[in-house]
């Protein structure tokens, strides 16, 4: 879908598909409630992405070595969560990269200029794609 956008341009359709599929695999990559997930705001996304092996080193001591090892190819958002906690969401490259193709079509795409969501839909609405319709129709 991504090469599809980036090669025949964007329309509704393979845009709303690519930013489902996206939201699903972070839901699933992250292993988070779906909710976590589809609020992610824009500015959140824009503001507070860093490299992994650019986290502080009281969360790199946190971790074992397998997710020490996957750091290299991962980069790291925090979402505030409940009682202003950070929620730590963790993209691999190509997750990434579709979110960033995302990024650059929402005009095109005819997604709504007030829609602050990173899984925003195609047209007036200002709502997000729900998590949970989105897993069930990759399920």
């Known amino acids: ?9 964007v329309t509704s359709s393979n845009y709303g598909q690519l930013c489902q599929a996206t939201l699903a695999q972070v839901i699933l990559f992250n292993r988070r409630r779906s909710g976590k997930t589809q609020y992610l705001k824009l500015t959140t996304f824009q503001n507070n992405l860093i490299r992994t092996t ?4 009281d ?28 929620v730590p969401i963790m993209l ?39 998590g949970c319709d989105v897993m069930k129709k990759f399920a």
């Open 1 to 9: 879908m991504k090469e599809d956008i980036k090669t025949h341009g």
């Open 54 to 57: 650019d986290a502080g080193d």
């Open 59 to 86: 969360i790199i001591q946190s971790l074992g070595i397998s997710e020490k090892v996957a750091m290299d190819r991962l980069s790291l958002l925090y979402r505030r969560g409940k009682r202003d906690r950070g």
């Open 92 to 130: 691999p490259d190509d997750l990434k990269e579709s979110l960033e193709v995302l990024f650059e079509n929402r005009k095109e795409a005819g997604v709504h200029p007030d829609n602050i969501y990173v899984s925003a839909r195609c047209g007036s609405s200002l709502q997000p794609f729900q």
